[in-house]
């Protein structure tokens, strides 16, 4: 559990220091001035998909995702992670002939202990642990780029979101 809080630490404080990114995102009905992505745009984008849940998560290294933790809770229980796949390397996760789709089972998932299913406000945050790495360095499949440099957002900066979800 200390390694868990550790990771989750650090996790957390550097997606806090992201580099901002222009994405587009992929399900246009959803967001005002909204466009397709291209397969490639977004390579850390990860499906993350249960029966009862599909949501979108972004590979902090080829074995972890960090999602939401809603994504990771369904009727205030941890999904089975024998449940969950996470699909990377895809626009559309239901494309089964892409050449760039690699899939793999979630083998652990760690939502936030503070983490209240009917409460998505604060601590919706988890990580989720693939089964095997995915293969990344290439176009399709990559883990986000953080950078070492604090930077502010202003609140009339325009933002992008992309996912599934």
Known sequence: MKYFRTFLTLVINAIALLEPCACD???????????????????????????EVRCTGSLVSSQWILSAAHCAVYDRKIIKPSDMVLVAGVVDFND???????????KSIYPHP????????????ALIKAERPFELNNEYVSA?????????????????ASGWG
């Open 144 to 160: 986000i780029k953080v950078s070492g440099t604090p930077f502010t957002i202003n609140s009339d900066t325009a933002c992008t």
């Open 114 to 125: 503070n983490f209240e299913e009917l409460k998505i406000a604060g601590s919706d945050i």
């Open 96 to 106: 089964t002939k892409s050449k760039t789709r690699q899939i793999r089972k979630a």
């Open 25 to 51: 995102c992929i399900i246009v009905r959803r967001l005002a001035g909204a466009s397709p992505a291209d397969i490639g745009d977004f390579p850390y984008l990860v499906a993350v998909l249960h029966p």
